[in-house]
């Protein structure tokens, strides 16, 4: 039985290869910016209160790629190579005036050591031009100024390539998007290997590679010329494929099934979320009808950038004003939490939203106005993306049932007194045998993504691995890593004695022979605060000492529950044994991890730390 492409015209082979050059429909794509909101707030969601399983039910990062690499391909059609520069310009002015805030504050606290990196003070110039992640000295709240910056240096590269790698794409589209999706495998395995000072950049842009230029496809309609039976068999392949990458490297190599924390495994499961996405379209009549959902849509589009910049910082602000309020740990505290957060994301709005209105010459307002002309939405429910540039919207035809479900023709209009006429071509039905009507097999393909993302969710919330190369068995347990969760830093480190850099960073460590894919390394002293999620009594941990002045530098490390000491390790050095702890903290509204130095500057590593809670 032959499959049949989606209800749309068959375009002439001149109108295919005409197609990608035709600016898209003026106006906003509101069901494109429905899903760019839902993934900011997702992203600030996630870094407020963690959780692994978020990543893998909505790969919020991967969409966020994809929608930009289909608005660069739109500039690039549009402005030729002046669209590097434009969207640059848009770029660049929220980040330089989040950066001035940002050293401003770490200079008034005290940051008089240049950092310890390849340039140095030099290194600062990457605010201006943030190819790579600038410095932010030692100070125990600095983090939260580039915890998401990687972001923004991935998006700028990606932005940079934009012409070269639109102008493969089109000479070569299906094969350019096949290595892309194959290059970050290639790395996994030193296939390919890109190393240098930009090698953390390198990595980044190999991962979200295929995402932008998945987002080219969009842009000139290539997605919606598959037929509706092989583009749902194909996201099922790479969903599955995705999907067992996921498990397998979580349960054998890293540990954890954070998908931002599995190279490759993220790149083929984003890349079948955000096909689905991009072929199932709803209508949205209902939208405009909630007026307030309408307008946070716009609020949320139009300040994108700012909110993403300044909800870090916001966080952190809100935990340090929100840990003395005594709330127990529950639904409660959630949405207090969350709701604080916004209100200060909120303030950051007004204070420096207006910059993206002067970046993309607009008149500056406090609260950017609502979008218009707006897209029309005339796909209906389980049917295909919009069409192509340069294709005219079909009209509907009185036809049988089954007239929508099979390849079409376009038929030439007669020609009238007045000479041609030039209506959009027609979409005649052809005799040949009809398949599964294309918005079912889009269904079947939303089901099943669907399916997958829930199990692997349930996956991410409730399978946590020992370390890897260890001797611990995979346990069965609800756990939360203290490296997804929002940490207070405070430190007091001698002001003449330099400190490692960064003063706090997540990521994996090798302790005698075991990998640990979670660990948090600070400096000693130190204190990290957390609030333990609800119902979780046992805080797990291995402790170290790493990078010390010298050998017999001691650290001390405590843990302490609402104010009371529980456990104390007593000195330990850079030679000592790593040590696994596993301490009660029944009912601890707060814990703090406390590490103290008073013969040296160290490192203290709090190893996959973790709180665990019955299943």
Known sequence: MTSSPDATAVASPGEKAEAHRSPVARGRDRYLDLWRAAALVRVVYYHIFGGAWLTLLFPAMGLMFTLGGSLMARSLDRGGRRAVGARLRRLLPPIWAFGLVAVALLVYAGWRTPPPTTLGWADLLWWLFPARVPPVGGDAWAWTFVAVLWYITTYLWLVLLSPALLAIFRRWPWPSLAGA???????????????GYFAEQADHVSAYLALWMLGFAHHDGLLRRI?????????????VAGAGWVCVAALTTTGTFDLNRIPAGKTLWSIAFVATVLRFRPRLEWLERIKPLDRVVDLLNGRAVTIYL???????????????????????????????VWL???????LFGWVEDLAARRRPTLLPRPSAPRTADTTTAGTAGPAAPALPTVPALPAAPHALAGPTVPVAPAAGPAGPAVP??????????VGRPAGQWNRIMVAGVAAVAVALAAAGAKVVPGPVGGNEQVQAENAR?????????????????????????????????ATYPNAVVVAAPSRLRVTPPTGCEQLRAVIAVADADADDVEVTFTVQADGEAVY??????RVSAAEQIDIGIPAATVVDLVATSATGNASAIWADARFVCPS
């Open 568 to 573: 104390g390790s007593g000195p330990r050095t």
């Open 310 to 340: 300044w909800h870090m910082p916001a966080a952190l602000l809100a935990a340090l004003l929100f840990t003395p309020s005594g709330f127990e740990p529950g639904v409660t505290e959630i949405v207090l939490r969350l709701a604080l």
């Open 181 to 195: 999706v194959l290059l970050p495998v290639a790395m996994l395995f030193d296939v390919v290997t890109i190393g």
């Open 344 to 350: 200060l994301v909120g303030i950051a709005v007004v």
């Open 227 to 239: 037929p509706a039976r092989r583009y749902a068999m194909g996201v099922g392949v790479l969903a």
């Open 424 to 433: 959009p071509p027609v979409a005649v039905p052809s005799n040949r045998p």
């Open 481 to 513: 890593y203290l490296s997804d969760m929002l940490l207070v830093v405070d430190g007091t480190p001698a002001v003449d004695q330099p400190d490692p850099e960064p003063r706090t960073r997540p990521g994996a460590v090798d302790l005698d022979g």
